[in-house]
């Protein structure tokens, strides 16, 4: 916690790791979940 | 050699029909010169009331020009196109008129009518606005000819665009202006330099591109024109 | 399947390269990044400004490039893919905006001040503004698809005038820019040092093909949405 406090630069970084890695397994999700739709429009026609 | 020449000189004609039926459709309503120059006052006066006989500077009524004529332009340019529509003789047209001469009949028409609109709101500014001074008349007048063409050769295919599109006013100035902007930037400063005194040489530059704007719009419009104007 | 864990692996690396390496005056290793007077901590929105542009710029030429395509072949796919495309180009075209008017508060004192950078983003964004606006002012899907095509187009070729008119009209604060006091040319050319160039590059690859998966994501939504309503 000292350390962060000194240095806040690391504080950013954090926080936008945190902002990547969020939206990077949103993407992973969606793209799951858009492939199961394909099988399975393709399945009904 | 002869098919060609005969198909040259049949473009040449429908291309003229084509700026005849406008032009006698302006005669007969005289809308151009009624609205349009009742559009030019309004916006110089509104000028001169914001002014209120404070002088301004050089830079600031160089760019006022352009904005009247700017806003004329996409008041009265779409017509052309946009009458097809309304009348429902757009697809006559397309039947009887190659799509070249169509879009050239409509530029030529565009042409004369932003001609006209420059003339009258160069010659009101020059008489009613006192700050406006120009040093050089010979650059002036290249560059308000210039100007005139380039803006009536990207309005024209905006407005092909818009009439096709159904929605009259609102759209066309929000296409046009980032297609214009760097016709205006140009015009702007070299109107500023004018106004300044400035010598041939020194606007060289200002007038390599708006020449090469103009070639480039009218040959890129040329070539998309057909897949506006055919369904 | 590896291509995204190598994006996931390779962007995560460079954020924390991007912020943890320490900016020293005297670089004495591999691993510190060399003080440029001027920018000091301000540098590192490089990594993250600078990629942002450059997708906002070819997400344009890619839609301009399926708008070419769709009228050439009349195939309403490369339609949907055009303005995924132009969608995905706009978001950038925003986020590189912000973070650029953010940075340039904190270097040149004011939020906008119509440096030439901004001015032509702010065209960028105006172009993006017309096309979506065009593009929600028709209902049928194929004129749609030809005028909204057309329209790129012609953007596409008239923006490129800015090249030449710029520098006669201002002179650039950005850094890069002719104005700038430290010398002519790209930043990326003259001041980032080889381990920032490494840093720079694997991001602006890192972009791409986050870009190019956010645009697969989206045709892909985009054509299964127009499989339901084709089957009604």
């Given at each position: 916690?000292?350390?962060?406090?000194?240095?806040?630069?690391?504080i950013?970084?954090i926080?936008?790791l945190?902002?990547?890695?969020?939206?990077?397994?949103?993407l992973f999700?969606?793209?799951?979940r858009i492939?199961?739709?394909?099988?399975e429009?393709?399945?009904e026609s | 050699m002869q098919?060609?020449?005969?198909?040259?000189?049949?473009?040449?004609?429908?291309?003229s029909a084509?700026?005849?039926?406008?032009?006698h459709?302006?005669?007969r309503?005289?809308?151009?010169?009624?609205?349009?120059?009742?559009?030019v006052?309004?916006t110089?006066?509104?000028?001169l009331f914001?002014?209120?006989?404070e002088p301004?500077s050089?830079e600031?009524?160089?760019g006022?020009?352009w904005?009247?004529?700017?806003?004329?332009?996409?008041?009265g340019m779409?017509?052309?196109?946009?009458m097809e529509?309304e009348?429902?003789t757009?697809?006559?047209?397309?039947?009887?008129a190659p799509?070249?001469?169509?879009?050239?009949g409509?530029?030529?028409?565009n042409l004369v009518l932003?001609a006209g609109?420059?003339?009258l709101?160069?010659v009101?500014y020059a008489?009613?606005?006192?700050?406006?001074?120009i040093?050089?008349?010979g650059?002036f007048?290249?560059?308000?000819?210039?100007g005139?063409?380039?803006?009536?050769?990207?309005?024209?295919i905006?407005?092909?665009?818009?009439?096709r599109a159904?929605?009259?006013?609102t759209?066309?100035?929000?296409l046009?202006f980032?297609?214009?902007?760097p016709?205006?930037?140009?015009v702007?400063?070299?109107?500023?330099l004018a106004?300044e005194?400035?010598s041939?040489a020194?606007?060289g530059?200002e007038?390599?591109?708006?020449?090469?704007?103009?070639?480039?719009?009218v040959?890129?419009s040329?070539l998309?024109?057909?897949y506006?104007?055919?369904? | 399947?590896i291509?995204k864990?190598a994006l996931?692996v390779?962007?995560?690396l460079?954020?924390?390269?991007?912020f943890?390496l320490p900016?020293?005056?005297q670089?004495?290793?591999w691993?510190e990044?060399?003080?440029i007077?001027?920018?000091?901590?301000?540098?590192?929105?490089?990594?993250f400004?600078v990629?942002t542009a450059?997708?906002?710029?070819m997400a344009?030429?890619?839609?301009m490039?399926?708008?070419?395509r769709?009228l050439r072949k009349r195939d309403?796919?490369?339609?949907?893919?055009?303005s995924?495309a132009?969608?995905?180009g706009l978001?950038?075209?925003?986020l590189?905006?912000a973070t650029g008017?953010v940075?340039?508060?904190?270097?040149?004192?004011?939020?906008?001040?119509?440096d030439?950078?901004?001015t032509?983003i702010f065209?960028l964004?105006?172009i993006y503004?017309?096309?979506f606006?065009?593009r929600?002012?028709i209902?049928?899907?194929?004129?749609?698809?030809?005028?909204?095509s057309?329209y790129?187009?012609?953007?596409?070729?008239?923006v490129?005038?800015?090249?030449f008119i710029?520098p006669?009209?201002?002179?650039g604060?950005?850094?890069?820019a002719?104005?700038?006091p430290d010398?002519a040319?790209?930043?990326i050319e003259f001041?980032?040092?080889?381990?920032?160039?490494?840093?720079?590059?694997a991001?602006?690859?890192?972009?791409?093909?986050?870009?190019?998966w956010m645009?697969?994501?989206?045709v892909r939504?985009a054509?299964l949405?127009?499989?339901?309503?084709a089957?009604?």
């Open positions: 916690m000292e350390f962060l406090a000194e240095h806040q630069l690391y950013v970084m926080i936008v945190g902002i990547w890695l969020g939206l990077y397994v949103y999700r969606l793209d799951g492939s199961k739709l394909e099988k429009s393709r399945h | 098919p060609d020449e005969r198909y040259g000189r049949r473009w040449l004609r429908a291309t084509v700026f005849l039926k406008d032009w459709a302006e005669l309503t005289r809308y151009a010169i009624n609205a349009l120059g009742m559009f006052v309004t110089i006066s509104i000028i914001s002014l209120g006989g301004a050089p600031v009524l160089a006022m020009l904005v009247v004529l700017f806003f004329a332009a996409m008041s779409s017509r052309t196109f946009v529509e009348r429902g757009a697809m006559t047209l397309q039947l009887q799509a070249s001469a169509v879009y050239f409509k530029l030529l028409f932003g609109l420059t003339l709101t160069v009101l008489v009613l606005i006192e700050g406006f001074v040093r050089s008349y650059v007048i290249g560059v308000v000819t210039l005139s063409i380039g803006l009536a050769a990207a309005s024209t905006i407005a092909a665009i818009i009439a159904n929605t009259k006013g759209l066309y100035p929000v046009s980032p297609i214009l902007l016709l205006l930037m140009t702007i400063n070299a109107t500023r106004s005194g400035t041939w020194d606007a530059g007038f390599q591109i708006l020449i090469s704007y103009i070639v480039v719009v040959t890129t040329y998309l024109f057909e506006i104007w055919k369904d | 399947m291509l864990g996931g390779l962007l995560t460079v954020i924390i390269a991007a943890a900016i020293t005056p670089p004495q290793s691993l990044f060399p003080l007077p001027g920018l000091e901590e301000k540098a590192r929105i490089i990594f400004h990629p450059w997708l906002s710029v344009f030429l890619t839609s490039v399926f708008g070419i769709y309403m796919l490369d339609d949907i893919r055009s995924s132009a969608g995905l978001l950038f075209c925003i590189a905006t008017a940075w340039a508060k904190f270097n040149w004192g004011s939020f906008w001040n119509w030439p950078r901004e032509s065209v964004l105006l503004g017309a096309y606006s065009l929600s002012a209902e049928v899907e194929e004129k749609r698809a030809t005028l909204s057309v790129s187009i012609i953007a596409a070729v008239t490129p005038f800015f090249v710029m006669r009209i201002m002179t604060l950005h850094p890069g002719k104005g700038d010398g040319g790209p930043v001041k980032m040092s080889p381990n920032m160039r490494v840093v720079f590059f991001s602006l690859i890192a972009f791409t093909l986050l870009f190019v645009f697969t994501l989206r939504a054509r949405e127009s499989h339901l309503q089957k009604g």
